[in-house]
């Protein structure tokens, strides 16, 4: 990791027009990402981290989706005003994404050869021989045995893990400077989940690619990412480095979710704290703090405005009142 | 707590599922998902059974509620063999065994209200005639079972789809006690669920069972929850279990070399432990459970195994007391 930003996101917010109203999917959303740096965004289904990096690559669907505002900065250029045709060049090529679930990120009509030869050929210009010894360079560096003859195959043809080798090697086939990674590892077992994440560290160090981690584990983002972001009802609401988060996590929603989990290496204590209550709905959220009803350390400014993100010397922030002035003057 | 009383004794349960090739021929090959199981769960304890996808937990706990007719071995309720019954006793046995499921939205007929929902176990066996129960009398159980699960009595009238995943979770919760079963059988009820709402899930599964003497045949591939939750612990491979523990014990002890392999590469939420941690990483997939193998199951992936382990089949035994091994590096092949 470098100090050279890459990625900056902005004050990003994607709105979703239902019938019931307006949901904030992601609203207000900014964070950095360095030159090989690995980034985890953390939090629960619904709380706005897939939308967050289908925005940064400009892939919302519109309408029911729309880009309200904000900018992302590749390089300091804005990817979300950038003409369709300039960002095709940047999708996939120096900003590429791996998916949760590779059976139906793979096409199964096509050879994984087809697939890979048209990515690499289309970004990188080469021609279709050179193209496929690219793609069986990336096939056997992700791990796969005899990566000559496994090219010509159907995805059909491989197991889960081995299709997320294949997504791997696809996605960084044209070198990306930024892998964005969308629970990439959440359908698979436990054994195979340790083979892929150990795989994508290995060859993201190797080519100093910048990964954005997108998990709902915490295990996974204490093992793997240098940098957290915890996202809470389309926001996030803590920001920092890995150790100091695990280590004093300032947010009361950080804490209760780091709480909350069982742990595999210790007796836990009689009883499992779990924080109360349900996920907000995101549809016409009040401009509170979307937290203060299952939060216990909630005040009375809780429900009225939503707090500000309060930076501490280390690094982190926060958006909570308990550490800004106006709380502690009452 | 467990007062050492068996309450449900599996012995050699095995169930292999046929392959067709068409409709008219015989099946040649099987699918050998459970291929001689053996555990016993004791009265008032939690038997967590822990296991990647494929391994054969989600068939063990159907065979054992008979919605499988397993190929062999027996499933012994309260001293009844559940396998050997005449279909009528098998249902009225079966009254004390209850399930929850995996996928709450599944699991859930979307036209039925929560209260419908939590009441029907309770009007079938009416139907046969097992329950003498006045219609008021059942409202009540209805409404107090909601509650005891964490329910306001006021949903009773609401579908599923009003309700989120962890209060469906609940609502089938409610469901599998309303017979006031003394086996509840868990298949992965956790797994789908936000961390926020799992750990309240696995409190309740507690509170319940303190309250009522519950005891839990419990499935899950997150190791750690298994932890939390259980008793005892059973690890599962490709169709067999290969070690038994009491859950301390397991976790601090592990034996069998998968065990070890699994225990190491979940992964935990303390970067500082991560960053010491010697992960075993192990190579290939979990092979598919199509064919017998004539030596230990795990032969493929292992990397400890000897030259008997291709030819020999390994059994469960006990390396020390209560805990039990199905590997050769602690007895030899017989």
């Not at chain 2, 006021?154 to 309700?163: G, L, M, S, V, W």
Request: hydrophobic letters at 35%.
């Amino acid at each position: 990791m470098t100090d050279e930003v890459i990625l900056q996101v902005r004050d990003l917010k994607t709105y979703f027009t239902v019938d019931e109203g307006i949901v904030k999917a992601v609203d207000g959303v900014s964070f950095d990402l360095h030159r090989g740096e690995t980034l985890g965004i953390v939090g629960e289904s619904g709380s706005g981290k897939s939308v967050t990096n289908l925005s940064i690559i400009n892939l919302i669907p519109t309408p029911p989706g729309k880009i309200a505002g904000g900018q992302v900065l590749f390089h300091g250029k804005d990817l979300l005003s950038m003409p369709p045709n300039e960002i095709r060049q940047i999708r996939g090529n120096k900003i590429s994404m791996i998916f949760q679930d590779p059976m139906t990120s793979l096409n199964p009509f096509l050879r994984i050869s087809t697939q890979m030869i048209e990515t690499i050929q289309l970004h990188q210009g080469l021609d279709q021989k050179a193209a496929k010894e690219k793609a069986i360079e990336m096939l056997k560096l992700a791990g796969i045995p005899a990566p000559e003859k496994r090219i010509d195959q159907y995805p059909h043809q491989f197991s889960g893990g081995m299709r997320q080798r294949v997504m791997i090697a696809m996605g960084l086939s044209c070198n990306p400077e930024i892998l964005i990674a969308d629970e990439p590892t959440s359908a698979l077992d436990v054994t195979i989940q340790a083979q892929i994440l150990e795989l994508i560290q290995e060859l993201t160090h190797k080519l100093g690619t910048a990964v954005i981690m997108i998990t709902h584990s915490l295990g996974v983002v204490a093992g793997m990412c240098d940098t957290i972001c915890v996202m809470y009802a389309g926001r996030i609401v803590e920001r920092g480095r890995t150790e100091e988060i695990f280590e004093s996590p300032k947010h009361p929603y950080t804490r209760g979710l780091i709480r909350s989990v069982p742990r595999l290496d210790r007796d836990t204590a009689e009883r499992l704290y779990s924080i109360p209550g349900q996920p907000p709905n995101v549809i016409d959220l009040p401009d509170c703090c979307p937290f203060y009803p299952r939060c216990d350390k909630a005040m009375d400014i809780c429900k009225k405005k939503y707090p500000p993100s309060v930076a501490f010397e280390n690094g982190q922030s926060a958006s909570c009142w308990l550490y800004t002035k106006e709380a502690q003057n009452g | 707590m467990a007062d050492h009383k068996i309450l449900l004794d599996v012995r050699g349960l095995k169930m292999h599922f046929p392959i067709k090739t068409s409709l008219f021929s015989r099946a040649k090959n099987y699918i050998y998902a459970v291929d001689g199981v053996d555990f016993a769960v004791r009265k008032g304890e939690t038997l967590g059974l822990v296991g990647e996808s494929g391994c054969g937990k989600s068939t063990t706990a159907r065979a054992v509620a008979q919605l499988y007719k397993p190929t062999a071995g027996e499933v012994i309720l309260n001293g009844k063999d559940l396998t050997k019954l005449p279909p009528q006793e098998m249902i009225e046995a079966r009254k004390n065994m209850q399930m929850v499921f995996q996928d709450p939205y599944a699991s859930l007929n979307p036209r039925m209200t929560a209260g419908e929902i939590i009441a029907e176990p309770i009007k079938i066996f009416q139907k046969r005639g097992l329950i003498d129960m006045t219609t008021e009398e059942r409202n009540d159980r209805v409404e107090h079972l909601m509650e005891k699960v964490g329910l306001s009595r006021f949903f009773k009238n609401r579908y599923p789809h009003e309700f989120s995943g962890g209060q469906r979770q609940r609502i089938g919760i409610a469901r599998a006690l309303a017979l006031n079963p003394e086996l509840i059988l868990c298949d992965e009820p956790v797994s789908a669920l936000d961390v926020s709402i799992q750990s309240q899930i696995l409190n309740l599964f507690k509170d319940l069972q303190d309250e009522f003497g519950l005891t839990y045949l419990f499935i899950a591939h997150d190791l750690s929850v298994i932890r939390y939750i259980s008793t005892r612990v059973a690890v599962m491979y490709l169709g067999k279990i290969v070690e038994i523990a009491d859950a301390a014990e397991l976790y601090k002890n592990p034996l069998h070399p998968y065990t070890q392999a699994l225990l190491s590469a979940a992964p935990i939420p303390d970067p500082k432990v991560e960053a010491k941690r010697q992960r075993i990483i192990l190579t290939g997939d979990v092979p598919s459970p199509d064919k017998q193998r004539p030596g230990c199951n795990f032969y493929d992936r292992c990397w400890k195994r000897m030259d008997a382990c291709r030819e020999c089949k390994p059994q469960l035994r006990e390396a020390s007391p209560g805990h039990e091994v199905s590997c050769f590096l602690y007895h030899k092949p017989e």
